[in-house]
């Protein structure tokens, strides 16, 4: 099949909540300048973690984003969620209606977490006040808990929360393959609208695990930087120094249209969303292969749905984490796939900036891949210095951004248990 053939996809909404800015201008000016967003945990007491800096969202409006009775069942990344989806409609100027709400489709990289410390604390005073947990307890007409709080924490309560305040009825998936959640999202929409399914389509993903147990996980896995006196240089994807990556929160949601619907109307067209691509390493649960196994074949099945070659890339947003394994396994699967094109393509890790996002990590990186091509920017890899031996020749975003003409671009998302998505994005 050759690309003439294929349903072409526009990107004509961006909206954006991350820990550098509450819109999508002011993150993408904050990108291009290197601004850090990693700093002192303040949503809660982390003196007792080895880890105690996070990458939070700043001087966030929690009570405009939609009524009240709706934020009654939304978390903490639901309202980054509904926010960042408004911005992207007002962005595109077109939302569905009664009559369309049928042909809107949803697909959002959704969080993994199902209960608070403050949750299972009750949980634990409730059914195991003597060590042996009763599940039968949960049951009681006294027991504490809030019911509506499981409901509020599942990873398809976001998805539910947007469909019923935008008023989507089609198509709608959530999905949780932990890092990988946004790209992987955006790509199942991707395929959905080629076979017809839906004709326009919110996409996305969103997550905060900036919480005791979000962190106590990462802290035992050792995935974390512990830069705590430095949290602004604690992110350096690439860098031979780096020593884990800065837990982040955000949302990052896209419009898609049908390309001809999209032209007819005269919609501005950030990107095309060409390609993607995945596949499972199952390699290590938290490392990547070193031999970039896994992410090769993510990255050359994106580009073989776009219908490109390696050649046709320009710039690439690095799922770049700053842990030894992933940058070390993406700068080998990187090689192999772009050869001897590899020196000509310019790289960069947003994460150096906005530390790791999680599950909302490839959907707002697939935000800046639209972005860049628009401006023709290729945004700095923030804290990169120096390469590990024998990667000298990826050729990392330093020092600043970089002005250049984008014709193509891809976007990694690698996953902790091994899911690998790469996304594929052309100049329109």
């Given at each position: 099949?050759i690309?003439?053939?294929?349903t072409r996809?526009?990107?004509?909404g ?11 201008e ?5 990108l291009q300048?290197?601004r850090?967003?990693?700093?002192p ?11 105690r ?11 405009s984003v939609?009524?009240r ?13 509904l926010a960042?989806?408004e ?13 369309t709400?049928?042909?809107?489709g ?22 195991a006040?003597d ?9 009681a007409?006294?027991?504490p808990?809030d ?7 599942q990873?398809?309560?976001?998805l539910?929360?947007?469909a019923?305040h ?16 946004g ?7 991707l395929?959905?609208?080629r ?6 389509m919110l ?11 979000g962190?106590?996980?990462f802290?035992l ?10 949290p602004?240089?604690a992110?350096?994807p690439f860098?031979?120094t780096r020593?884990?990556?800065?837990l982040?929160e955000?949302a ?7 390309w ?12 095309e969303?060409?390609?993607d691509?995945?596949s499972?390493?199952?390699y290590?649960?938290t490392?990547?292969?070193p031999d ?8 050359r099945?994106?580009l073989?749905?776009?219908?490109l070659r390696?050649?046709?890339i320009?710039?690439?947003n690095?799922?770049?984490?700053s ?7 993406e700068?080998?699967?990187?090689k ?13 890790s ?13 959907a ?21 210095q ?10 990392i975003v330093?020092?600043?951004?970089r ?7 891809l ?10 998505s790469?996304l594929?994005?052309?100049?329109p």
């Amino acid at each position: 099949m050759i690309m003439n053939q294929r349903t072409r996809i526009a990107i004509t909404g961006i909206g954006l909540v991350t820990p550098v800015g509450n819109d999508r201008e002011s993150t993408w000016k904050s990108l291009q300048e290197g601004r850090p967003g990693p700093g002192p945990i303040t949503t809660f007491d982390a003196s007792g973690f080895t880890t105690r800096i996070g990458s939070e969202v700043k001087n966030f409006d929690f009570d405009s984003v939609g009524p009240r009775k709706l934020l009654k069942q939304a978390s903490r990344c639901h309202h980054f969620a509904l926010a960042a989806a408004e911005e992207a409609f007002v962005d595109a100027g077109i939302r569905p209606q009664s009559a369309t709400g049928e042909r809107w489709g949803l697909a959002v990289g959704a969080g993994m977490m199902s209960i608070s410390l403050k949750e299972l604390d009750v949980v634990h005073r409730s059914c195991a006040p003597d060590g042996a947990f009763d599940a039968t307890r949960m049951a009681a007409p006294d027991y504490p808990a809030d019911p509506v709080y499981f409901c509020r924490t599942q990873c398809n309560a976001g998805l539910a929360l947007l469909a019923l305040h935008f008023g989507i009825r089609g198509y709608s998936t959530a999905v949780h393959t932990a890092c990988a959640s946004g790209g992987q999202a955006i790509g199942t929409a991707l395929k959905a609208m080629r076979r017809g399914l839906i004709d326009k389509m919110l996409v996305g993903g969103f997550d905060s695990m900036l919480n005791p147990i979000g962190l106590s996980s990462f802290c035992l896995l050792g995935a974390l930087s512990t830069d705590n006196e430095e949290p602004w240089r604690a992110s350096r994807p690439f860098d031979v120094t780096r020593n884990g990556f800065v837990l982040g929160e955000g949302a990052g949601f896209l419009i898609l249209e049908r390309w001809e619907e999209a032209i007819a109307r005269r919609a501005n067209i950030y990107a095309e969303l060409a390609g993607d691509g995945n596949s499972l390493s199952c390699y290590r649960i938290t490392d990547s292969p070193p031999d970039g196994d896994g992410p090769i074949q993510a990255i050359r099945q994106s580009l073989a749905s776009a219908g490109l070659r390696p050649e046709d890339i320009d710039y690439v947003n690095a799922h770049g984490t700053s842990t030894q394994m992933n940058d070390q396994s993406e700068c080998a699967a990187l090689k192999v796939v772009l050869g001897e094109h590899l020196p000509r393509v310019s790289i960069s890790s947003t994460k150096g900036c906005m530390g790791h996002l999680i599950a909302a990590a490839g959907a707002v990186e697939a935000a800046v891949c639209a972005l860049a091509i628009r401006d023709g920017i290729a945004p700095v890899s923030a804290n990169f210095q120096t390469p590990d031996p024998g990667n000298e020749a990826v050729n990392i975003v330093a020092g600043q951004s970089r002005r250049i003409p984008i014709r193509a671009a891809l976007s990694n998302s690698l996953g902790f248990g091994g899911s690998n998505s790469c996304l594929t994005f052309r100049q329109p």
